[in-house]
């Protein structure tokens, strides 16, 4: 199950960086499970990283790894996240480097590990070290839709953007990709996320609008309220366009916004094809003392069990609705002053049912695939908006059934 079509529009190449995917049979026979992502050199990478303490032992090597170095090879294995597996994981995912470092002429410290898939299971490092010459024979600029599929897990579909965006009358070129269905709340930043562009920006600079774009986008989103141990985004800077970005010069906030765009509907994505997703939801959140307080409420909405069923039911609850704003801990909030709304349709208002509010309008838009809920909390003029998705039986069985 997925929300809308999911269809991938033409996907630019970047100068300066290329992709291949190859079946290293990590998992399972016949599928793409390993990809490898080559950055030109003089490019810039900024990463961010999941804030689970359990964190895999490839985030701890990309880590180390991209404070030290610059990054020229980015690996990424699906079906063996390399997590809990203590001092051995941390060792295999260095033998992963090494090996393409071997390969590549560079140092070790310049690959950047990543993994995606069980937790608790050695990585085989032998099926993925077999496999690396095919990878390093077959880098293209045009992979970036073959990866898209090989970094997938339980996702049902490939997620990919691309866009360009005219700075001071060059074009520069967007394009990313992500994965991510399930154990999605990430908080940075189970999801990956690469995304690259020709432009060129210093390294200070990139880490910090790559932190701005993961804030507005993938740390807006959740599925199950689980945070995975592997999360990763990845912004890569070529300056093979020759076009340099600076902040507070002309072209600065067109590239953000495009860039952010690129962000948000990756993540948005990722809701969409939620595991078992037949709803995508958005969660907005006005009215708010601060932003702390509007996040607490989107999130207690979009994470509640009760309304996510609901959602997956296409029944309008509202009930439950108002239990999880009344529990979201707002301090002194005045239950009066709160307005609840299903798109277009007001349901709550003066702490309790509006009285135009009907069943069969509730319904109306309760059976549409997209949906909108709308509070006013009636306190300030602060926003916040989390997209999630509802709670299917199938997202049970899929969960289940994971390590079958």
Known sequence: MAVGSGVIEQLRPVA???????????KYPNRDD???????????????????????????????????????Y????????????????????LTCCDAVAGLLNVSAQAVLPFSTGVIGELLLTNKITAALPALVENLSADGWLRAAKGIMTTDTRPKAVSKKVVIN????????????????????????????????????LLQSVLEQCTEQSFNRITIDGDTSTNDACVLIASGDSGVAVNKGVDGYQQFVDCLSEVFIEL???????????????????????????????????????LVKTALFAS???????????????VIDLDVAGVTVCIGDVLIAENGSRASSYTEEAGQR????????????????S?????????????????NAEYRS
């Open 267 to 305: 993540a948005q994505g990722l809701v969409r094809d939620g595991e078992g997703a037949s709803k995508f939801v958005t969660v907005q959140v006005n009215g708010g003392a601060d932003n702390d307080e509007c996040l607490k409420v989107a999130y207690t909405i979009a994470e509640s069990p």
């Open 365 to 380: 838009v309760m059976n549409q695939e997209d949906i909108t809920l709308v509070i006013d909390l009636g306190r300030g």
């Open 382 to 398: 602060n926003s916040e908006t989390v997209w999630t998705s509802d709670l299917s039986y199938d997202y049970v069985k899929i």
């Open 169 to 204: 009358g060059s074009a520069v070129t967007i394009t990313g990709i992500a994965k991510g269905a399930g154990m999605i709340k990430p908080n940075m930043a189970t999801m990956l996320a690469y995304i690259a562009t020709d432009a060129s920006l210093d390294k200070a």
């Open 74 to 93: 980015l690996l990424i294995n699906t079906g063996n996240a390399n997590a809990g597996t203590g001092q051995q994981g941390l060792q295999d995912a």
């Open 34 to 72: 390993l990809v490898l992502i080559e950055v030109s050199k003089g490019a810039e990478v900024a990463c961010v990283f999941t804030q689970n303490q359990f964190c895999a032992a490839p985030v701890t090597i990309a880590k180390q790894h991209s404070s030290s170095t610059a990054s020229r």
């Open 315 to 329: 029944d309008p609850n509202w009930g439950r609705l108002l239990a999880a704003i009344g529990r979201a801990g």
């Open 16 to 26: 300066g960086v290329r992709l291949a995917t190859t079946q290293a049979g990590i």
